[in-house]
């Protein structure tokens, strides 16, 4: 099936490919901050009207989206680990079928009822939280949720966050070019029955 969505990461897959091992700037220069990982080719190009913290829900829909439901939380710190307050978390992912959302690529069919991307503000802990679903893998990449932190406009932080025991981990390029930093960027899933828990602290 000529499928642009899959030629689109088999070509994504070829870059990582070429350099998996190579250590990301942010590690080099300052091991206690989250490590940078590439935004990668999926970052919305139009938004969904609805851009709240629960990924789950779309506005004006009766269903919520397939897939196991996630409770994601952490903290936003700075590194002297005080909190950052009133900063902007986007995430995006792909839904239970693997397919990313507002990209643009036809021929895909989408979970409608799953937002594909939100946003939420630090309070003031800088706290974050999110409802989203866990996350699935699809070809060539480990299950992941995309993060970026935005203040006064411009991007401060752009990371991925992975699943803690997945698999994958050990076949993905980008998890494996994190070496010994991957665990600042690792999440462990608690069960909550029949939804997970789990979370990272940022530090920008």
């Known amino acids: 099936m000529n499928d642009p969505h899959r030629r689109r990461i088999v070509s994504w897959i ?14 080099a220069d300052d091991p206690a901050a989250t490590p940078e990982v590439e935004e990668g080719p999926f970052y919305p190009r139009a938004f969904p009207a609805d851009t709240d913290s629960d990924l789950t ?26 909190p950052r307050v ?3 978390i986007e995430i995006w992912q792909c839904d239970a079928t693997g397919h990313y959302h507002h990209v643009r690529e036809r021929d895909t069919v989408v979970d409608p009822d799953f937002q594909g991307f939100g946003t939420a503000v630090t309070d003031a802990d800088g706290r974050y939280a999110f409802r989203t679903i866990r996350p699935v893998p699809y070809p060539g990449r480990t299950p992941h949720i995309h993060v970026a932190v935005v203040e006064q406009g411009k991007r401060r932080l752009t990371t ?10 050990a076949r993905d390029g980008l998890y494996r070019a994190l070496g010994s930093n991957a665990k600042l960027v ?6 909550r029955g029949g939804a997970l828990a789990g979370g990272v602290d940022l530090v920008v």
């Open 186 to 191: 690792t999440m462990k899933l608690e069960d």
């Open 14 to 27: 070829g870059l990582l490919a070429a350099s998996p091992l190579l250590p990301t700037p942010a590690l």
């Open 57 to 82: 829900q779309v506005e004006g829909h009766v269903d919520r989206a397939r897939g196991t439901p996630l409770a994601l939380s952490g903290r936003l710190l700075d590194r002297t680990g005080r």
């Open 160 to 169: 991925q966050l992975f699943v803690e025991g997945d698999p994958g981990n």
């Open 86 to 88: 009133g900063s902007r």
